[in-house]
């Protein structure tokens, strides 16, 4: 564990390096801040803050992190979602990753209601990826009207250039921060607007925040520099009086069990089983577990527990699903939303059993009673990625397609359809029958060179690191930070404690 998280930590220090030593300095030169320096300045002192995504973009061709920091951090005492363009990376410039890190930041912050902050300093799109980022990129304007219509404040600090459709992030928001002598604010630029109309103009009188301040009333506050324009969102932070005091009790007493221990819980071998109770047990309030129907379904452990002082109902894997643990698993839900009791889903899952015996006794009507069940949820949920997560077992334990509010994994975590030596069989099979149907022989040799090659596929593609790339995950953690990272997320649901009116589909008996 301690290895991974080695590899994990190397990966992270490139996002803090953000564009490299000769990028940053130019920016400091001209004196701006740097992005992550312009968050802790935004946010309480002291208070926690939890990135998001920081390694999205891992092992794809854009900059890793997307070129933006993400985050949810206190700002006046209120939870926030903040988002900060590095415009040390590329010029701040959006990339199909950038883009898709938005969107989950802005499906965070409707789902719980968390006034959005951009700290916005962009080129706009990326143009050589336009065709990827076009479309989907249209969406991120929506997101921020629509968090509004809602009555989630939107606010934009504007720090330098915000182009072409990123002029349209401090458009869209509720409050508009420019600096002066920092912000540009355009459609088209001098060079398109030259192309366009043969005007020229220059880029103040363009686009300037003192234009936008006194003439065409885009900007709200004109700030002298840096730090008055993040002092000016606080204070707007502050007029809006929207902190949420802690509920009784938030802090709980520590787990009794050493938090260390959790890095020799899972092993790096998916094949070696091991109790999720040792998990639980270094998580929650005191270790106090209460345990429903231990003796059903032994292989889903479910029960109730206390994390940082609040309620959660915990399901957690202990081996394959069968059809005691599916419907133990939609009782346990049901019990839960009847006391609208978060959910926590830790994922160590090969899937539903299957054979013939299993597909007789009904495993398909019994495992679509738990997807039912998780599917039509009303309360919280959040997922743990502790070890596999694989096949139809997934989507049982509420993971990313069922929209858990947070998703967090461990770097043992593993996600695929199957494993790579399953799959990589399972074809070998198909191609075999495929031989023998049409008369041919199948070339040894060839058929293990093509079962290699996908059973090497699989497995670099069911990775912790590719998982956390594609935004499967809200972020790869250290076990250690676990109890941590799902208070921080389990306060930051505070907002909206209900996802929808409790009701179900019709349960196929």
């Not at 577990?289 to 957690?316: Q, S, T």
Request: proline share 6%; net charge negative.
């Amino acid at each position: 564990m301690l290895a991974l998280l080695d590899e994990i930590n190397a990966e992270n220090e490139k996002v803090l390096a953000g564009g490299g030593p000769k990028y940053v300095a130019r920016h400091r030169e001209r004196g701006k801040l740097p992005a992550r320096e312009r968050v802790e300045l935004l946010v309480d002192r002291g208070a926690p803050m939890l990135e998001l995504s920081p390694l999205a973009g891992y092992g794809t061709e854009h900059p890793l992190g997307g070129g933006m920091m993400m985050a949810i951090g206190q700002v006046e005492g209120t939870e926030c979602l903040i988002m900060a363009n590095d415009p040390t990376i590329r010029g701040g410039s959006q990339s199909p990753v950038s883009v898709a890190k938005a969107l989950r930041g802005y499906e965070i912050a409707r789902i719980n209601k968390l006034p959005l902050i951009n700290l916005t300093e962009s080129g706009g799109a990326d143009l050589p990826f336009q065709s990827q980022i076009f479309v989907p990129g249209g969406a991120t304007f929506k997101e921020i009207s629509r968090l509004s219509k809602n009555g989630v404040p939107t606010l934009a600090l504007v720090f330098g250039s915000s182009t072409a459709g990123g002029a349209y992030v401090p458009g869209m928001s509720d409050y508009t921060v420019f600096v002066k002598g920092g912000a540009k604010v355009f459609l088209g630029g001098p060079p398109l607007v030259k192309m366009a109309t043969n005007e020229d103009a220059d880029e103040e009188t363009l686009g300037g925040a003192e234009m936008h301040a006194k003439q065409s009333g885009l900007a709200d506050y004109l700030a002298r520099d840096e730090f008055e324009a993040i002092a000016l969102g606080r204070q707007i932070m502050r007029h809006l009086r929207m902190s949420r005091p802690a509920p009784d009790g938030a802090t709980g007493p520590d787990p009794v069990y050493d938090l260390d221990e959790l890095l020799g819980v899972p092993s790096v071998d998916p094949r070696i089983p091991y109790d999720i109770r040792d998990v639980i047990a270094r998580t929650v309030d005191a270790s106090e577990f209460e345990e429903f129907k231990p003796l059903y379904g032994a292989n889903l452990v479910c029960g109730w527990a206390r994390l940082h002082g609040r309620d959660i109902g915990i399901l957690g894997n202990n081996g394959i699903l069968f059809s005691e643990e599916s419907q133990k698993g939609a009782q346990f839900i049901q019990l839960c939303n009847q006391q609208s009791i978060p959910l926590l889903f830790i994922h160590n899952i090969t899937g539903f059993m299957v054979g013939t015996r299993y597909e007789q006794g009904g495993i398909i009507k019994d495992g679509a009673k738990l997807i039912n069940a998780v599917s039509n949820s009303c309360v919280p949920h959040y997922s743990l990625m502790v070890g596999n997560s694989y096949g139809a077992g997934n989507y049982a334990m509420s993971g990313r397609a069922y929209d858990p509010r947070f998703v967090f994994s461990w770097p043992t975590h593993k996600i695929a359809v199957m494993g790579g030596k399953q799959l990589a069989g399972v074809l070998s099979i198909v191609r075999e029958n495929a031989a023998k149907a049409s008369g041919r022989e199948l070339d040894a040799d060839a058929e293990a060179q093509a079962r290699a090659a996908v059973e090497a596929q699989i497995d670099s593609e069911q990775t912790a690191l590719y998982a956390t790339g594609q935004i499967w995950d809200d972020g790869i953690i250290d076990p250690r930070d676990t109890r941590t990272v799902l208070g921080l997320a389990m306060s930051a649901a505070r907002g909206n404690p209900i996802d929808s009116e409790r009701g179900y589909a019709a349960y196929r008996m």
